[in-house]
């Protein structure tokens, strides 16, 4: 089945920028999700990207999505206090059905 | 509109209980979808509607648990018979087509349930 993988942990200074990596299996995957959560709380959608696109920039956040090595990243620049949270990636087969999620990355931001 | 919202947020049992956990979607989603979250790991779906119709459930998905929509709008997840391994937050996340995005999910603020 699908399997996503993330790195457990980041740590970074208040105003660098992070960097949160995500492995995938599914080749069929259609469209790539970020989200972000807060303890006790659900998740938040963050952006996404169609499989056939390379980048996408929305404001401090930029995705990149390496389709070959079924690789994504997302990068949040002038990393805040604020965005200390556990950051998932999750892929969607196509139809609208399941999100597979990986087993998120928990961000710190130190000031 | 307010979002996802999902009843109660905490639920504490005693094994061998029963329990109902209610989600209201986004009004004009037409899909529905709960997913189940244990601590250190990401959701795992369960199953998901469009309108009334249950289209798909996981293997995670014991008898003991069954959900429905009866109306197409809000939807209930009961767990029979609960065991300790069902303590987990519950999820709740509702979508339509975007065009652009394909099904955007939105997530609720979950249920926790503790089985003691």
């Known amino acids: 089945g699908e399997d996503v993988e993330q790195s457990l942990f980041l740590s970074v200074r208040e105003g660098d920028s992070s960097v949160i990596n995500c492995t995938y299996t599914?080749?069929?995957?259609?469209?790539l999700y970020w989200y972000k959560q807060e303890p006790g709380a659900g998740l938040q959608l963050l952006t996404y990207i169609f499989s056939n696109m390379d980048m996408k920039q929305d404001q401090r956040l930029t995705v990149l999505l390496n389709k070959k090595d079924k690789h994504l990243s997302l990068r949040i620049a002038d990393t805040q206090t604020g965005d200390s949270a556990i950051y998932f990636c999750?892929?969607?087969?196509?139809?609208?059905?399941?999100?597979?999620f990986g087993t998120g990355t928990q961000l710190k931001v130190e000031l | 509109d307010t979002g996802v919202s999902q009843d109660p947020r905490h639920k504490i049992t005693k094994r061998g209980q029963n329990v109902t956990f209610r989600c209201d979607p986004i009004?004009?989603?037409?899909?529905l979808y709960w997913y189940r979250q244990t601590l250190g790991q990401g959701p795992e779906f369960l199953t998901y509607?469009?309108?009334?119709?249950?289209?798909?459930k996981s293997r995670l998905l014991s008898d003991r648990f069954s959900a429905e929509r009866p109306k197409g709008s809000f939807s209930t997840l009961e767990i029979q018979r609960t065991e300790q391994g069902d303590s987990a937050m519950y999820l709740c996340?509702?979508?339509?087509?975007?065009?652009?995005?394909?099904?955007?999910?939105?997530f609720g603020p979950g249920t926790r349930l503790t089985v003691t």
């Open positions: 996340a509702s979508s339509s087509y975007t065009g652009t995005g394909g099904y955007e999910q939105y």
């Open positions: 509607f469009q309108n009334e119709a249950q289209l798909e």
């Open positions: 999750a892929d969607e087969t196509g139809g609208g059905n399941k999100l597979t």
């Open positions: 009004s004009e989603h037409n899909r």
């Open positions: 599914d080749s069929s995957s259609t469209y």
